[in-house]
């Protein structure tokens, strides 16, 4: 059973940084590709940021790009998201998103979210 667990959210100001955790039990981490959502209020889940099994990475350059930063730990199971100049349209619920292929099927799972919210 895989289990993501995200950790580090809280209540900011404008211009805070925040980092965002997410450790991963009862898979092998270091084949993931991992990577974090983040839902806004009456919005739907959309995508901020990945990185690869083999570190390559991926952002949603709209909105993340140059102020967020996503590195993995493997020695730790863990994926990091550094957010910086955070702003108030950054508030949502973040998840941690891990997939991988096994053959011809994917697996992917998630984690119960971990609520970032920016006061202006």
């Known amino acids: 059973q895989v289990q993501l667990v995200e950790s580090g959210g809280g209540l900011v100001q404008a211009g805070d940084s925040l980092r965002l955790s997410c450790t991963v039990s009862?898979?092998?981490?270091?084949?993931?590709?991992m990577a974090w959502f983040r839902q806004a209020p009456g919005k739907g889940r959309e995508f901020v940021a990945a990185i690869t099994s083999s570190g390559g990475v991926t952002y949603d350059t709209n909105s993340v790009k140059a102020r967020f930063t996503i590195s993995r730990d493997n020695s730790k199971n863990t994926v990091y998201l550094q957010m910086t100049s955070l702003k108030p349209e950054d508030t949502a619920v973040y998840y941690c998103?891990?997939?991988?292929?096994?053959?011809?099927?994917?697996?992917?799972?998630w984690g119960q979210g971990t609520q970032v919210t920016v006061s202006s």
């Open positions: 009862g898979g092998t981490f270091s084949t993931y590709t």
């Open positions: 998103h891990a997939e991988r292929w096994i053959l011809s099927t994917k697996y992917r799972y």
